[in-house]
């Protein structure tokens, strides 16, 4: 894990600036300061030409994010010949089963040790729609989060910005992890049921590129306003630009315009998600990076008593799958109807069966909890 600097907020008096966290990290408050350099990433020159590199020779690359959106566009899923789409299906959930199907083994692998829930949310807990504005989270979904997270330390990690996201999901007592996880911040005061006597979590590795990422929002803004549908959106440490209103026919063209910005920031990288562009800072820190902070401040740094689950449906999702390879602790599963590569062990199709696993979840827990209560002994 690469040491960087953290900022953690004491609830009582403000803000606190902890110095670095590492593989041994603990937050040990130093000075009481404003937060207002939390980043200082150091970025090679080395690091600088490659991504200029990448920019340079980017049109294949181009090429190819812009045909993988349309590959795994509805329209031409439908137009697949089915009988090899679904022996590739089959063969795929054979690989990655469902985590519904797969709940008893699971629950086995997790016996004795503390779960912790990491949710995406576009397209994990909320349906992916064409207004990105308007992804609300179901009343019923919010219900199942909220016990989950009676049940166990439960973070929301998503590309989004933390206000954004917190005003779809309204809960309090969550972690959440915003902007790609470079934005983190603990449950608000009083809510948390986990670490009570440590001050809450913020971490921000990115606060040094807040006036970059502003310009080229701007600039992406004039740039696209002319590609019907296109939508820019101000995630504070990272952008989005949304493909899913526009022309599959004016894709290409909106890649370029995107890409005729990004490449005059050799430190901000670009890539492809769900019908979607991202542009963030070039540091070492994504989603599987947040997973791993907030792993070590919920204090499970060293340990194997612990059992992550990750559930997401993109592909910026994937490091946070693979961290979980690597650790060989809990797992990850992928939200997807259709194959995927994927580091993710299992499978949920959908929302909903997201919504089944996790209501399993604290059934589960409940039942054993009540079981411990009334003295039986679980075989
Ligand atoms: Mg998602």
Known sequence: MVSQNVVVSDAKSGIITVSTVSNSSVFTPSAQKPPTAPGHISISKKKILKNLEINGAQSQRLNSWVDSMRASSPTHLKSLPSLSSQEELNSWIKRHPSALDMFERIIEASRGKQIVMFLDYDGTLSPIVDDPDRAFISSKMRRTVKKVAKCFPTSIVTGRCIDKVYSFVKLAELYYAGSHGMDIKGPTKGFSRYNKDKPSVLY????D???????????????????????????????????????????????????????NYPTLKLSQGRKVFEIRPMIKWDKGKALEFLLESLGFENSNDVFPIYIGDDRTDEDAFKLLQERGQGFGILVSKFPKDTNASYSLQDPPEVMDFLRRLV?????????????????
Request: with cysteine; aromatic share 8%; glycine share 4%.
């Open 204 to 207: 921000q590795p990115a606060g």
């Open 209 to 263: 590129f807040l006036p970059m990422i502003d310009e080229v929002f701007k600039q992406l803004v004039e740039r696209t306003k002319s590609t019907a549908g296109a939508k820019v959106e101000n995630n504070k440490f990272c952008l989005s630009v949304h493909f899913r209103c526009v022309d599959e026919k004016k894709w290409s063209e909106l890649a370029l315009k995107v890409r005729s910005v990004v490449q």
């Open 363 to 379: 059934e589960w827990k409940q039942n054993s909890a009540m079981n411990v209560n009334n003295g039986v002994t679980l075989v």
